[in-house]
C-alpha cells in the first residue's frame, strides 16, 4: 500500500430524516409518533456509543480482484469505515429484551451515521485526488460489483486490525458488523470523480434510501427511433413496454424465452446469466442482450425488431359452470371484472342462465409504474396520470374484446360491465386525481356507487354498455373488499364473520347483516414476497413449498421449474418451518449458523444460493405483527372474542394457496380460528359476479355500506401495544 490515511474527526451525524426513511416509518405510520419520540430519548445516548472511523488506501489491483475491469497491478483506492461496536450490541440488547422497536432504531440510527460519515469521507478523498492528480471512475462494492473477498483484500491492504480495531469473519464479514467497505477505481483524467454509491447498480432494490438518475436508452428499429427514460431499476423491456412499444415477451421477462433480443451499440450493460444461456460468446462480444435481464447505469444507444403486440396474456380456461349453460339461448350479456394492483379477471355472464359462459385473465400493465398503488399513486401525481388511465383502459378494452370473440357474440350484446378494484385502481380508471390517496387524512374523489357510460369511461365507442364502479368505504378499504363483503353475504349473514384480504395493505372487516367494522393495516409486502431478499411473484421456478427435515429444505416450485426465487406463500412455509424446528428464537433471531448468511433453501439454475435473511424474518414480524394486531383491534372494537367469530374468510391469490395450519405457526392467524378459515379466492370478481346475477344487488350494497364503519389503526389506543406484543414468535 502507497499510503493510509487515517480519518477519526467526524460529526456523528444522525439525521432524523435519514433514520425514518431507513425504517420506512411515515407520518400515516401507526407508530410514527412513537419513533420520533423514541428517537429523542435515544439520541444522545446513541451519540455516546457511536466511535466512528476511516482508512482511505492508494495502491494496487491484488491478483485476487483481478477481472475483465480490474487489471492486476493497476492503480486503484481501498475506503473502510466504521461506527464501532458498542452501538450494534446495544441494538442486540434491545432485541433480546423484547424491545423490537428501540433495536430497530438504534440499528437504524447507526446507519444513518455511517451513510453521513460517506459524505464526509469523499470530502477528504476529493482532496487527495487532486493532489495526486487522478479521478475516480467507478465505485465498486461486494457483492454487487465485485466478489465479497475485496473486503478481506482491503482489510489486509489497510491493516484495519490496528488501523481501525475491526475483525473480519472466515465468510469476508466484518465485526463490527456497522463496516463499510468501497473500493474506488482510478483514472488518469483528474476531472472525473464517480465516487458517490449508484443505486441503479445496487441490488438492495426495496432500500428506503434508493435514489436513482433518470437514464436514456435511445432505441434504433430499422429507420425509426425511439427514446425511452429508464426509472428506478427498470429493465429496458420494462421502459420500452411502459412507452408503449410492446413486443413479444412469452416467458413474462424472466429471461426464460430469449425472444427480447437487442443489441448494444452505445454505453454498457452486464452481461447475465441469462444473456449466456441465449447467446454465444462472439454474439454477446457483438452486443446481442436480453431486454428483459438489461438494466442499464447509464445512458445507451440499442437496435431491436419491436412488433406490434399489445403485450402478453394469460388465458383462463371454462369451468363446469360455463359449460353447463354453453348452449343457453341469452337474452344479453354482461360482464364482471376485479381490477387487481397485478392482474385483471373478467366473467362474461349470461342474463338468461345467469351465470358465467366466459372467463380471462390478464397481467395489469401498469406494473410498468410500481408494484403497488402507492408507486402508482406517486406516479400520477408526478404527472403520468393520463399514462396509468390509458394503460387501464387498454387492458380492459382487451378483456371485453377477447370475452366477446371466444364466445362468438357482438359487442352490442353487451349491457353492464360491474367492476371491483380499490380506490386507487379506481381512481385512475376515472382519471381522478391521487393527490388526497397519498397524503394524511388520505380522502379519496369519490368512492360511491359509479354508473357512468361505456365511452365515458373507456373513451372507445366499442359497445353501448354502462360500467358500474362498486363504491368503497375508504381510500384504503375499497371496492375491492365491499366486492369480497357483498360476495360472502355479509349483508345478509345473522353470524359473525371475518373477511381478511392479506395483500399490501392487509385490509379487513368483521361483521353480520346488522353491524360491520371495517379497516387497513400497513402490512407491507413481504406477504407477495416483497422486501424478502430472494422474493418474488408466483412465477413459474418460485419456491411455493417448504419442508425442513434434519436441518435442510425440500422445495416445491410453481410448475415444478427450477427455483428461481420465493413468492408468497413459500415465504410463509419457510418462517414457520424455521420456527418449528427452532432455528428462529422467539424474538425472530436466526441461529448463529444462519445469522450471518441466511438459511439456505435452493440453488438456482445458475449456481446462487436461494437464502432466507435475517432481514427477512424482521419483515416478516413487521407483516404479520401488522395484521394479528389489526385482527385483534377488530374483533374488541366489534365487542367479540376468537371463539365467537363463526367463520374467517380469507381472500386473493395469496389467501387462496397459504397453508393455514403454518400461517396459524406463525401467529398470522390465532389457533382459535382453526376449522373456521375458508380460502375463497378472488372475492372481488365474485361480488362483482353477483352484484350482475342479484336484482336487489344495489339495495343490498346501500344496507351493507350503510351498516359499515372504520377504524383508523393510525389512532386507535391499542394498536401499538398489540403491534408490538405480536412481533414475538409463539
Same mark, same amino acid.
Given at each position: 500500500?502507497?499510503?493510509?490515511?487515517?480519518?477519526?474527526?467526524?460529526?456523528?451525524?444522525?439525521?432524523?430524516?435519514?433514520?425514518?426513511?431507513?425504517?420506512?416509518?411515515?407520518?400515516?405510520?401507526?407508530?410514527?409518533?412513537?419513533?420520533?419520540?423514541?428517537?429523542?430519548?435515544?439520541?444522545?445516548?446513541?451519540?455516546?456509543?457511536?466511535?466512528?472511523?476511516?482508512?482511505?488506501?492508494?495502491?494496487?489491483?491484488?491478483?485476487?480482484?483481478?477481472?475483465?475491469?480490474?487489471?492486476?497491478?493497476?492503480?486503484?483506492?481501498?475506503?473502510?469505515?466504521?461506527?464501532?461496536?458498542?452501538?450494534?450490541?446495544?441494538?442486540?440488547?434491545?432485541?433480546?429484551?423484547?424491545?423490537?422497536?428501540?433495536?430497530?432504531?438504534?440499528?437504524?440510527?447507526?446507519?444513518?451515521?455511517?451513510?453521513?460519515?460517506?459524505?464526509?469521507?469523499?470530502?477528504?478523498?476529493?482532496?487527495?485526488?487532486?493532489?495526486?492528480?487522478?479521478?475516480?471512475?467507478?465505485?465498486?462494492?461486494?457483492?454487487?460489483?465485485?466478489?465479497?473477498?475485496?473486503?478481506?483484500?482491503?482489510?489486509?491492504?489497510?491493516?484495519?486490525?490496528?488501523?481501525?480495531?475491526?475483525?473480519?469473519?472466515?465468510?469476508?464479514?466484518?465485526?463490527?458488523?456497522?463496516?463499510?467497505?468501497?473500493?474506488?477505481?482510478?483514472?488518469?483524467?483528474?476531472?472525473?470523480?464517480?465516487?458517490?454509491?449508484?443505486?441503479?447498480?445496487?441490488?438492495?432494490?426495496?432500500?428506503?434510501?434508493?435514489?436513482?438518475?433518470?437514464?436514456?436508452?435511445?432505441?434504433?428499429?430499422?429507420?425509426?427511433?425511439?427514446?425511452?427514460?429508464?426509472?428506478?431499476?427498470?429493465?429496458?423491456?420494462?421502459?420500452?413496454?411502459?412507452?408503449?412499444?410492446?413486443?413479444?415477451?412469452?416467458?413474462?421477462?424472466?429471461?426464460?424465452?430469449?425472444?427480447?433480443?437487442?443489441?448494444?451499440?452505445?454505453?454498457?450493460?452486464?452481461?447475465?446469466?441469462?444473456?449466456?444461456?441465449?447467446?454465444?460468446?462472439?454474439?454477446?462480444?457483438?452486443?446481442?442482450?436480453?431486454?428483459?435481464?438489461?438494466?442499464?447505469?447509464?445512458?445507451?444507444?440499442?437496435?431491436?425488431?419491436?412488433?406490434?403486440?399489445?403485450?402478453?396474456?394469460?388465458?383462463?380456461?371454462?369451468?363446469?359452470?360455463?359449460?353447463?349453460?354453453?348452449?343457453?339461448?341469452?337474452?344479453?350479456?354482461?360482464?364482471?371484472?376485479?381490477?387487481?394492483?397485478?392482474?385483471?379477471?373478467?366473467?362474461?355472464?349470461?342474463?338468461?342462465?345467469?351465470?358465467?359462459?366466459?372467463?380471462?385473465?390478464?397481467?395489469?400493465?401498469?406494473?410498468?409504474?410500481?408494484?403497488?398503488?402507492?408507486?402508482?399513486?406517486?406516479?400520477?401525481?408526478?404527472?403520468?396520470?393520463?399514462?396509468?388511465?390509458?394503460?387501464?383502459?387498454?387492458?380492459?378494452?382487451?378483456?371485453?374484446?377477447?370475452?366477446?370473440?371466444?364466445?362468438?357474440?357482438?359487442?352490442?350484446?353487451?349491457?353492464?360491465?360491474?367492476?371491483?378494484?380499490?380506490?386507487?385502481?379506481?381512481?385512475?380508471?376515472?382519471?381522478?386525481?391521487?393527490?388526497?390517496?397519498?397524503?394524511?387524512?388520505?380522502?379519496?374523489?369519490?368512492?360511491?356507487?359509479?354508473?357512468?357510460?361505456?365511452?365515458?369511461?373507456?373513451?372507445?365507442?366499442?359497445?353501448?354498455?354502462?360500467?358500474?364502479?362498486?363504491?368503497?368505504?375508504?381510500?384504503?378499504?375499497?371496492?375491492?373488499?365491499?366486492?369480497?363483503?357483498?360476495?360472502?353475504?355479509?349483508?345478509?349473514?345473522?353470524?359473525?364473520?371475518?373477511?381478511?384480504?392479506?395483500?399490501?395493505?392487509?385490509?379487513?372487516?368483521?361483521?353480520?347483516?346488522?353491524?360491520?367494522?371495517?379497516?387497513?393495516?400497513?402490512?407491507?409486502?413481504?406477504?407477495?414476497?416483497?422486501?424478502?431478499?430472494?422474493?418474488?411473484?408466483?412465477?413459474?421456478?418460485?419456491?411455493?413449498?417448504?419442508?425442513?427435515?434434519?436441518?435442510?429444505?425440500?422445495?416445491?416450485?410453481?410448475?415444478?421449474?427450477?427455483?428461481?426465487?420465493?413468492?408468497?406463500?413459500?415465504?410463509?412455509?419457510?418462517?414457520?418451518?424455521?420456527?418449528?424446528?427452532?432455528?428462529?428464537?422467539?424474538?425472530?433471531?436466526?441461529?448463529?449458523?444462519?445469522?450471518?448468511?441466511?438459511?439456505?433453501?435452493?440453488?438456482?439454475?445458475?449456481?446462487?444460493?436461494?437464502?432466507?435473511?435475517?432481514?427477512?424474518?424482521?419483515?416478516?414480524?413487521?407483516?404479520?405483527?401488522?395484521?394479528?394486531?389489526?385482527?385483534?383491534?377488530?374483533? =374488541?372494537? *366489534?365487542?367479540?372474542?376468537?371463539?365467537? +367469530?363463526?367463520?374467517?374468510? %380469507?381472500? /386473493?391469490?395469496?389467501? #387462496?394457496? &397459504? !397453508?393455514?395450519?403454518?400461517?396459524?405457526?406463525?401467529?398470522?392467524?390465532? =389457533?382459535? *380460528?382453526?376449522?373456521?378459515?375458508?380460502? +375463497?379466492?378472488?372475492?372481488? %370478481?365474485? /361480488?362483482?359476479?353477483? #352484484?350482475? &346475477? !342479484?336484482?336487489?344487488?344495489?339495495?343490498?350494497?346501500?344496507?351493507?355500506?350503510?351498516?359499515?364503519?372504520?377504524?383508523?389503526?393510525?389512532?386507535?389506543?391499542?394498536?401499538?401495544?398489540?403491534?408490538?406484543?405480536?412481533?414475538?414468535?409463539?
Amino acid at each position: 500500500m502507497e499510503s493510509i490515511i487515517k480519518i477519526t474527526e467526524f460529526q456523528k451525524t444522525i439525521e432524523k430524516e435519514t433514520v425514518l426513511k431507513l425504517m420506512d416509518c411515515k407520518e400515516d405510520s401507526p407508530i410514527y409518533e412513537e419513533v420520533q419520540r423514541e428517537f429523542s430519548d435515544l439520541l444522545q445516548e446513541v451519540e455516546r456509543r457511536l466511535d466512528p472511523k476511516a482508512v482511505i488506501g492508494f495502491g494496487k489491483v491484488a491478483g485476487e480482484l483481478e477481472s475483465e475491469k480490474l487489471k492486476a497491478g493497476e492503480d486503484i483506492i481501498y475506503i473502510l469505515s466504521t461506527v464501532g461496536g458498542e452501538v450494534s450490541r446495544y441494538s442486540s440488547e434491545s432485541f433480546e429484551e423484547g424491545d423490537f422497536l428501540k433495536g430497530m432504531l438504534i440499528d437504524a440510527m447507526a446507519d444513518a451515521c455511517l451513510f453521513a460519515m460517506d459524505h464526509e469521507i469523499q470530502a477528504v478523498l476529493k482532496e487527495e485526488c487532486a493532489r495526486r492528480k487522478i479521478g475516480i471512475v467507478s465505485r465498486l462494492e461486494a457483492p454487487n460489483d465485485i466478489p465479497m473477498i475485496a473486503q478481506k483484500t482491503a482489510f489486509d491492504a489497510l491493516k484495519a486490525d490496528k488501523t481501525l480495531g475491526i475483525a473480519i469473519s472466515p465468510s469476508y464479514m466484518y465485526d463490527p458488523v456497522k463496516t463499510s467497505c468501497q473500493v474506488m477505481q482510478v483514472t488518469a483524467d483528474e476531472s472525473v470523480f464517480r465516487a458517490q454509491h449508484n443505486c441503479r447498480k445496487c441490488g438492495a432494490k426495496n432500500c428506503n434510501m434508493r435514489k436513482i438518475q433518470p437514464v436514456t436508452i435511445t432505441v434504433i428499429n430499422k429507420d425509426k427511433k425511439l427514446v425511452v427514460v429508464s426509472e428506478e431499476y427498470e429493465s429496458i423491456l420494462s421502459a420500452i413496454n411502459r412507452q408503449g412499444a410492446y413486443f413479444s415477451a412469452v416467458c413474462g421477462g424472466k429471461g426464460n424465452c430469449g425472444k427480447c433480443k437487442i443489441r448494444l451499440k452505445e454505453g454498457e450493460l452486464d452481461v447475465t446469466p441469462s444473456d449466456r444461456k441465449h447467446f454465444t460468446e462472439e454474439e454477446l462480444a457483438q452486443g446481442y442482450r436480453l431486454a428483459c435481464r438489461a438494466y442499464p447505469a447509464d445512458d445507451c444507444v440499442i437496435t431491436m425488431d419491436v412488433q406490434d403486440e399489445a403485450g402478453f396474456s394469460i388465458q383462463v380456461g371454462h369451468g363446469d359452470s360455463q359449460q353447463e349453460h354453453a348452449g343457453t339461448e341469452e337474452a344479453g350479456y354482461d360482464i364482471a371484472v376485479d381490477i387487481g394492483t397485478t392482474t385483471l379477471a373478467f366473467q362474461l355472464v349470461g342474463k338468461t342462465s345467469r351465470s358465467p359462459v366466459g372467463s380471462f385473465a390478464t397481467l395489469n400493465r401498469q406494473r410498468a409504474f410500481g408494484a403497488d398503488v402507492i408507486s402508482r399513486i406517486q406516479a400520477s401525481c408526478d404527472g403520468k396520470k393520463e399514462a396509468l388511465r390509458k394503460s387501464i383502459q387498454e387492458d380492459l378494452m382487451t378483456g371485453i374484446r377477447t370475452l366477446v370473440e371466444e364466445a362468438g357474440i357482438r359487442p352490442d350484446q353487451i349491457d353492464r360491465i360491474a367492476i371491483g378494484g380499490n380506490t386507487t385502481m379506481g381512481h385512475l380508471l376515472l382519471g381522478y386525481s391521487c393527490e388526497g390517496l397519498g397524503v394524511f387524512p388520505f380522502t379519496p374523489v369519490d368512492i360511491s356507487l359509479i354508473e357512468k357510460p361505456f365511452r365515458e369511461v373507456l373513451e372507445d365507442d366499442y359497445c353501448d354498455a354502462e360500467v358500474i364502479l362498486l363504491p368503497g368505504i375508504s381510500t384504503y378499504v375499497g371496492g375491492d373488499i365491499v366486492s369480497g363483503l357483498y360476495d360472502c353475504e355479509f349483508d345478509t349473514n345473522e353470524k359473525t364473520a371475518l373477511l381478511v384480504d392479506l395483500g399490501t395493505n392487509g385490509e379487513m372487516a368483521i361483521g353480520n347483516r346488522d353491524r360491520i367494522v371495517s379497516t387497513s393495516t400497513a402490512a407491507g409486502p413481504a406477504f407477495e414476497g416483497g422486501n424478502i431478499s430472494w422474493g418474488m411473484g408466483s412465477v413459474q421456478g418460485a419456491i411455493c413449498k417448504v419442508e425442513i427435515e434434519d436441518g435442510r429444505a425440500n422445495i416445491a416450485t410453481i410448475g415444478d421449474k427450477p427455483p428461481i426465487g420465493l413468492c408468497g406463500t413459500g415465504v410463509i412455509e419457510t418462517i414457520s418451518g424455521l420456527i418449528e424446528h427452532e432455528l428462529v428464537d422467539e424474538t425472530g433471531r436466526l441461529e448463529e449458523e444462519y445469522f450471518e448468511n441466511g438459511y439456505r433453501l435452493a440453488q438456482t439454475p445458475d449456481g446462487r444460493d436461494i437464502t432466507f435473511t435475517q432481514q427477512d424474518v424482521r419483515e416478516i414480524q413487521l407483516a404479520k405483527s401488522a395484521v394479528r394486531a389489526g385482527i385483534e383491534v377488530l374483533l =374488541r372494537r *366489534f365487542g367479540v372474542t376468537y371463539d365467537q +367469530v363463526d367463520a374467517v374468510y %380469507l381472500a /386473493g391469490g395469496f389467501g #387462496y394457496h &397459504i !397453508n393455514q395450519e403454518k400461517a396459524m405457526v406463525l401467529g398470522l392467524l390465532p =389457533r382459535e *380460528f382453526d376449522g373456521k378459515i375458508k380460502a +375463497v379466492g378472488n372475492s372481488s %370478481l365474485g /361480488g362483482a359476479l353477483r #352484484y350482475l &346475477i !342479484n336484482d336487489d344487488s344495489k339495495e343490498r350494497l346501500e344496507l351493507l355500506l350503510e351498516h359499515s364503519s372504520e377504524i383508523d389503526l393510525s389512532t386507535d389506543a391499542d394498536f401499538n401495544e398489540l403491534y408490538m406484543e405480536h412481533m414475538f414468535f409463539e
